[in-house]
């Protein structure tokens, strides 16, 4: 009795204490976490479109962001939006695909040319296909997807010019079924794992290299435990924001309608600024110390397509999702 008196008070104070630490009388309190840094442009972009939803909503709806994996890493808040526990996320397509194949597609080592045809496939039909197929993973997306931008590889013991510099090479790469494939058709020895674990793995060199867009590399502070930056863009990247769809469905229409369209507004922002910084961090990074070259990005198409990769993954897309990546790509394999 005396043991269950004390687990009910102790419910008490700690609910008490999460109430009056918001002081927030809004209707609905929800979070939004993700894996960037608290000053990266998915943040700020993020802050400014909760502060414009709290005041059109008169205060109903209260936004509060969780940046840098405050409430754990990747695989952590992808099964917390799942369930409910996390109200919205943002991931790349790519890991979408473990639980949704062909969410996947618009991943796929060496598919985009450029910016011009990401955002006609994404914001066209390609990112409509993906989308619509979210729900049955308890997820509901915003129609705009954010950008992370073109990946390049890093190192802290050599620039990549060719397949040759890639073999054998300890790399990190997310936790993703396809991620991994990739660079093990490069010829690579990849290992899985989240970004809340990346600048530690690094520095402990329990992997030599990594692979990400200039503005990570820049907020995340990785200049601090690489030296070599190797431009081959071997695929772009970007971020979902999705909402939890139980706790979706539990928001009146209005605000739904609210969240979609300040979302897609900073998606718009956080897009151009992205894009600038991604061509523009260049000198500030080679100030901090890092090399660059551009690597042979022929060699390297060619060795995922000799290692039998786009084989593979056009067997495992549904054909619709691989004619309509196609569509925006040209011939793909
Ligand atoms: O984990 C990464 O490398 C990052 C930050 O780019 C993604 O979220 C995919």
Known sequence: KRRAFITSA???????????????????????????PETH????????????????SGGRLDIQIFPNNQLGGDTDMLS?????????????????ANIIPDAGISGLGFVFPDY????????????????AQMPKAQLVSMPKIWDNGFRHITTSSRPINSAADLKN????????????????????????????????????????GQENPLSIIQ??????????????????????????????????????????????LAADEQRAEIRGLNESLQGDLQKRGMTFNSADTASLMKTVADA???????????????????????AVG
């Open 80 to 96: 917390q939006v799942r369930s409910g526990a996390l109200e919205f996320y943002m991931l790349s397509p790519t890991r979408l």
């Open 169 to 208: 090479l300890k790399i990190r790469v997310p936790t993703t079924q396809m991620w991994i494939s990739l660079f093990k058709a490069l010829g690579t020895a990849p290992t899985g794992i989240d970004f809340a674990e990346l600048y530690s793995a690094l520095q402990t060199k329990v992997v030599d």
């Open 116 to 131: 011009d045809a990401v955002w006609k496939a994404m914001d066209g039909e390609l990112g409509a296909f993906i989308r």
């Open 308 to 330: 039998g990769y786009y084989k593979e993954w056009k067997g495992k897309f549904g054909a619709d999702a691989w004619t309509l990546l196609q569509k925006y790509t040209g």
């Open 41 to 56: 442009p998915t943040n700020t972009a993020a802050k400014k479109a909760a502060d414009r939803i709290r005041q059109e």
């Open 10 to 36: 102790a419910a008490g104070i700690a609910s008490f204490g999460i109430i009056s630490r918001r002081a927030s009388a809004a209707e609905f309190v929800y979070k939004f976490a993700n894996n960037q």
């Open 219 to 264: 907020f995340g502070k990785l200049y601090e435990v690489q030296k070599y930056c190797s431009f081959t863009s071997h695929m772009w990247d970007g971020f979902w924001f999705v909402a939890s769809k139980k706790q979706w469905d539990r928001l009146p229409g209005d605000l739904q309608a609210l969240v979609s369209r300040h979302m897609d």
